[in-house]
């Protein structure tokens, strides 16, 4: 089974949508162009990430950017027949299995673990029952996650979109901004650290302060950043959070699939306003320092 090692990040152009994995060189760049010689947009990576994982509507090419890994494999099959495909030992978690077919036949997989999966086929309605039992070939794209990593606020906008997919609206608006508490907490977390607080400490503080004030004079005073500076501030203050607040609180029975995107889509922008920032003000803080 062919591999290749990827970082889990997509870009994606938001002109002739090419997808592709972004590499440790594109975060070094101020722009990077579209890999499509005949389209040849320019945009800064963190633009081509936000792109890519607001693609929640891609079923051709799904979301993947949690997967490290991507392995390949051309399968012989028996149409009408199933067969087991057994991972690699390293596998940690498969995120996507993507099959296509080489002939007029239908194909899934079933079953999926880190383990394996199991791949099976059938006809279409007015398919050719004569296929039954013939030998054919399906090509195989297994997304997964080989390196023992854990990145929590990722996990919970994987669910997120996940549950979009699904139109379980409420639930996707929760885990939107679940994963945004998520990366704050941790953000704060690591930069109290660097003065020396201890973790009791800082998570007694950080228990006791509510989200907005996290958001803005907190990043601020660590970071020189802050949410309300950002695009997204109205619709995570006014939208977001308020609607994340009605739903725990159970005022707030039912969600569109509007709503539901709205706030998938602020958590992204709102999660990467504070990256690029805080890239930005690290690498001007390392500048000053070498001077």
């Given at each position: 089974m062919e591999h290749k090692k990827l970082i889990p990040f997509s870009v994606k152009c938001n002109k002739c949508s090419r997808t592709w994995s972004v590499s440790k060189e594109d975060f070094e760049k101020p722009i990077?162009?579209?890999q499509?010689?005949?389209c040849k947009n320019q945009f800064t990576v963190y633009e081509g990430i936000k792109n890519s994982l607001k693609s929640f509507e891609d079923h051709i090419l799904?979301?993947?950017?949690?997967?490290n890994d991507m392995f390949n494999q051309i399968v012989d099959i028996k149409i009408g027949y199933q067969v087991y495909i057994e991972m690699p030992k390293n596998i940690k978690k498969i995120y996507n299995v993507t099959i296509i077919p080489t002939g007029l036949f239908l194909t899934?997989?079933?079953d999926i673990t880190k383990e394996g999966f199991k791949i099976l086929t059938s006809l279409p309605d007015d398919g050719d029952k004569n296929l039954i039992g013939q030998n054919a070939k399906v090509f195989v794209i297994i997304n997964a996650k080989t390196d023992d990593y854990n990145i929590p606020w990722m996990d919970m906008l994987q669910y997120a979109l996940e549950q979009l997919r699904n139109e379980e609206y409420l639930?996707?608006?929760l885990f939107s901004e679940i994963a945004f508490e998520t990366y704050i907490d941790t953000t704060l977390t690591l930069g109290y650290k660097k003065y020396g607080l201890d973790e009791d400490s800082i998570s007694r503080f950080l228990v006791a302060t509510e989200l907005p004030s996290k958001v803005n004079p907190l990043m601020y005073n660590l970071y020189r950043t802050k949410l309300a500076s950002s695009s997204s501030?109205?619709?995570?203050?006014?939208?977001?959070?308020k609607w994340r607040n009605e739903i725990a609180h159970g005022s707030k029975l039912s969600a569109t699939k509007e709503e539901a995107k709205l706030v998938y889509e602020t958590v992204i922008d709102s999660i990467f306003?504070?990256?690029e920032e805080i890239d930005k003000y690290t690498?001007?803080?390392?500048?000053n320092n070498e001077k």
């Open positions: 990077i162009i579209c499509d010689p005949e799904p979301n993947t950017f949690l997967s899934g997989a079933v639930t996707s608006i501030w109205k619709s995570w203050e006014k939208k977001a959070l306003y504070f990256i690498k001007e803080s390392e500048r």
